[in-house]
Nanobody, 123 residues
Framework: QVQLVESGGGLVQPGGSLRLSCAAT????????MGWYRQAPGKQREFVAAITSGGTTIYADSVKGRFTISRDNAKKMVYLQMNSLIPEDTAVYYC?????????????????WGRGTQVTVSS
């Protein structure tokens, strides 16, 4: 059984930074792709970023140049460094994992999901 647990959310002012972490436990050897989704109030969940075990990264256009995804395979951790945050980034951020990168970036098809961490960008 795979579990994903997010941490690092909080309240930050516009222009600020946050670093989200996702800890994976259990039988994760089959998880090639890890990533992040977010869901704002009243909106559908949307893809944010993904990274494969080999280091290939994909980003949503809305976060390119501001967010950076990384992973530490030995520690079974995935990170999302968020810089230049704007109010539109306010959402619950979810960690996701799947053996297939295609499944991961196809909204809703990832096999494993965390419970989410709240990020609020407000002055």
């Amino acid at each position: 059984q795979v579990q994903l647990v997010e941490s690092g959310g909080g309240l930050v002012q516009p222009g600020g930074s946050l670093r989200l972490s996702c800890a994976a436990t259990g039988s994760i050897s089959s998880i090639n792709a890890m990533g992040w989704y977010r869901q704002a109030p009243g909106k559908q969940r949307e893809f944010v970023a993904a990274i494969t075990s080999g280091g290939t990264t994909i980003y949503a256009d809305s976060v390119k140049g501001r967010f950076t995804i990384s992973r530490d395979n030995a520690k079974k951790m995935v990170y999302l460094q968020m810089n230049s945050l704007i109010p539109e980034d306010t959402a619950v951020y979810y960690c996701a994992g799947d053996s297939s990168l295609l499944n991961l970036v196809s909204n809703g098809r990832a096999t494993y999901w965390g419970r989410g961490t709240q990020v609020t960008v407000s002055s």
